[in-house]
């Protein structure tokens, strides 16, 4: 296995689709679509990510936090606060020969919420915490072509409807459903890649690209579809550290449904650079970390007209380590 090949496929990508700001720094350990693990067996990853979504944006431009005190907004949740995401994710990659291999993601998520209720002459804030297990992805990955310097292939797999969908803002009050530990739908995702290793240099490139689309929903709440596009690169500094960075685009659709928790003030889009250093502690053992830093932010405006925006989040980071068996 080469160290400098190792941790190039990780991927940061701070969301802004959600209008209370369900932002979370995501990465992506499936080595394979990297061609950088050319060896069958297991690999397990195991990651915490962290984000703070509290800066309200209004298309690209970042407008000012509503007041609690605005008449207009009596009785109505004001989003003017913020969301923490904290996310600790396992991930169990199986190769079962040099063409496929398969993956399961377990996402324990640890999300605070917290808003104003509208009121001229009280502030009454809202808040909710949880630590849960959110939606379980099971995805395969198949090689088409690849060798120690090149290599493409697809991926095909579902999210799994497993994360709770009835969490309580208040007793009565349902959680909005971007923020409940799991959407309810049952997802395709289909994704392709090509990577490359530079001959005679200590460069190498990657591209890739994935979708994920609702196949079957539930409680009459559909997510909007999203698409991401990564491009990255790395360096090896020395034979145990290697320099990464990457650019990673993403398109988050509104969120559908007659579900009153369904929010149309929803979706965007998002650049993102994201450098990131990996280390090699033992020929087996990777330490990683990245963050990530967005270059260009656009959430979608209220349909409805509103000026406030969706909150979002100045950057993330992720933290993780990687052991090969």
């Known amino acids: 296995m080469k160290t400098k090949l190792l941790f190039a496929s990780l991927l940061c990508t701070t969301n802004v689709y959600a209008s209370c700001g369900s932002s979370f720094c995501a990465v992506n350990t499936h080595w394979d679509t990297q061609g950088l693990v050319n060896d069958d067996g297991l690999r397990i990853d195991l990651r915490y990510s962290y984000a703070k979504a509290d800066i309200p944006r209004v298309g690209s431009a970042k407008v000012a936090k509503p007041l609690p005190t605005d008449p207009s907004l009596s009785g109505a949740e004001v989003e003017n606060m ?62 088409l072509d690849s060798d120690h310097h090149a290599g493409s292939g697809v991926r095909l797999g579902l999210k799994l409807p497993t994360g709770s969908t009835n969490l309580e803002m208040v007793p009565g009050t349902p959680l909005e459903s971007s923020l409940q530990p799991g959407s309810g739908s049952t997802d395709a995702i289909l994704g392709a890649y090509y990577h490359q290793d530079v001959a005679d240099s ?115 980071a992720s933290v993780g380590v990687s052991q090969t068996f």
């Not at 398969?102 to 209720?117: E, F, K, T, Y």
């Not at 190498?204 to 596009?229: A, E, H, K």
């Open 82 to 143: 913020r969301t923490i995401n904290q996310t600790l994710t396992m991930d169990l990659d199986y190769a079962i020969n040099h063409q496929w291999n398969i993956a399961v993601g377990l996402p324990w998520l640890m999300r605070d919420h917290a808003h104003q209720i509208g009121d001229p002459s009280l502030t009454i804030v809202e808040q909710k915490s949880f630590s849960a297990l959110g939606d379980i992805r099971v995805v395969g990955n198949y090689k």
């Open 202 to 316: 200590v460069w190498g490139w990657f591209v890739s690209g994935q979708m994920q689309t609702v196949l079957q929903t539930r409680n009459d709440y559909r997510p909007g579809n999203d698409v991401t596009l990564d491009a990255g690169a790395h360096y090896e500094l020395s034979p145990a550290l290697t320099g990464l960075l990457q650019l990673n685009a993403q398109f988050k659709g509104r969120d559908g449904g007659l579900n009153p928790g369904a929010n149309p003030h929803s979706g965007g889009r998002s650049l993102n650079l994201s450098p990131g250093l990996s280390f090699a502690v033992a020929p087996r053992t990777k330490l990683y970390g990245f963050v990530q830093l967005p270059l260009y932010q656009y959430a979608n405006p209220d349909p409805a007209g509103s000026p406030y925006g969706q909150l979002t989040a100045s950057w993330s």
